[in-house]
């Protein structure tokens, strides 16, 4: 059986950033809502996977606003500090979510593992999980990767986040540097949209 379009949807995401990105994404039939429609707070993130953090987000919108929810939950991985910081990358920014502090972060612990790091490829990746939640209590989640490496110095004001420090592979540009339009194209949010993009 054929999955029911979805007509509309509440985007359950507090960050900008994701709210644009996300938008541009969706077929423009929907009619999509964010969660200041609503007055939303984001909930506490206390899963231990991206997956468990991006369904507790989109049950948590579902249930508060009555609509079918789309959360993300992503992040950064960098392989030399054992993966971190995964899924406390927006945490790493401290309350306000300042992620120069949290580019910072990333940089002084890189410098206390190796010291000269900026001479090396030092290996990252980014990765989404997506979740549609139903009012009914269904959902769907997928996963989305993008392989890449760190930049030894802080480039491009285009998109958020860790955009500034991560290279994608084959690229020499920082997602900081690469336009919106690209960058949708081919990242880890647009990775696991691919997979789930059917319900809509």
């Not at 920014?93 to 190796?114: H, Q, R, T």
């Not at 336009?179 to 949010?189: G, V």
Request: hydrophobic letters at 30%; proline letters at 4%.
């Amino acid at each position: 059986m054929k999955p029911k379009k979805i007509s509309q949807l509440l985007i359950g995401t507090n960050n900008k950033g994701k709210l644009r990105e996300i938008k541009a994404l969706l077929p423009k039939k929907i009619r999509i809502f964010s969660t200041s429609d609503f007055n939303l707070k984001s909930p506490k993130e206390n899963g231990n996977t991206f997956k468990e953090n991006s369904l507790i987000k989109a049950k948590f919108f579902s249930k508060k606003s009555n609509k079918i929810c789309m959360s993300d939950d992503s992040g950064l991985e960098i392989k030399l500090l054992n993966n971190q910081p995964g899924i406390y990358s927006a945490r790493w920014g401290g309350k306000k979510n300042n992620f120069n502090l949290a580019i910072e972060k990333v940089f002084k612990k890189l410098n206390k593992k190796v010291p000269n790091w900026k001479n090396k490829k030092i290996k990252a990746k980014f990765i989404c999980a997506l979740t549609i939640y139903w009012p009914s209590g269904k959902y769907k989640t997928t996963i989305g990767k993008i392989e890449g490496r760190i930049s030894n110095i802080k480039v491009g004001k285009k998109g958020f986040g860790y955009d500034p420090i991560f290279i994608p592979i084959g690229s020499k540009k920082t997602f900081g540097q690469i336009t919106p339009k690209k960058k949708y194209r081919i990242d880890h949010r647009y990775k696991a949209f691919q997979k789930i993009k059917k319900f809509l």
